[in-house]
C-alpha cells in the first residue's frame, strides 16, 4: 500500500496525531519560540511533503482521509513565530483542527 507519511492503519494515525498534540501542549505550558517553532516546524514539514499532487498521490486512505487533512488544517492554523500575543489562540485552532481528524478510538 502507498503512503507518504507512514501512516497505514487509524492506529498509526492516532499515534503521529498524538505526538503533534504534545508538542501543542508543551508550546501552551512553555510558550517560547523554541517550543512553538518546533511545532510549526513539524507542521511545516508534514505539510510540504503532501502539498503536491505527487504527494497526495502517495497518501495511503488513512493518511488523505485522516492526517494529511489534519495537517492541512493544522498547518494554516499554526501560530506565527511574530506575533507572541497570538500563540494562545492559534495552538487552540491547531489543537482543535488535529482533535477533530483524529480517528475515534475503536469500541471496547
Known amino acids: 500500500m502507498a503512503n507518504l507519511y507512514g501512516v497505514e492503519s487509524e492506529d498509526d494515525c492516532r499515534r503521529e496525531i498524538d505526538e503533534l498534540l504534545a508538542l501543542v501542549e ?12 518546533a511545532l ?15 504527494g497526495r498521490n502517495q497518501m495511503s486512505r488513512v493518511e488523505e482521509s485522516y492526517f494529511g487533512a489534519a495537517v492541512q488544517g493544522a498547518y494554516v492554523e499554526r ?6 500575543s497570538e500563540w494562545n489562540s492559534a495552538l487552540y485552532e491547531v489543537e482543535e483542527d488535529l482533535q477533530y ?7 471496547a
Open 26 to 37: 508543551q508550546a501552551r505550558a512553555q510558550p517560547t519560540k523554541d517550543t512553538v517553532g
Open 40 to 54: 510549526n516546524s513539524r507542521l511545516t514539514y508534514y505539510y510540504k511533503r503532501g502539498d503536491s499532487q505527487k
Open 79 to 84: 501560530p506565527n513565530l511574530n506575533e507572541r
Open 101 to 107: 481528524y483524529r480517528p475515534k478510538e475503536p469500541k
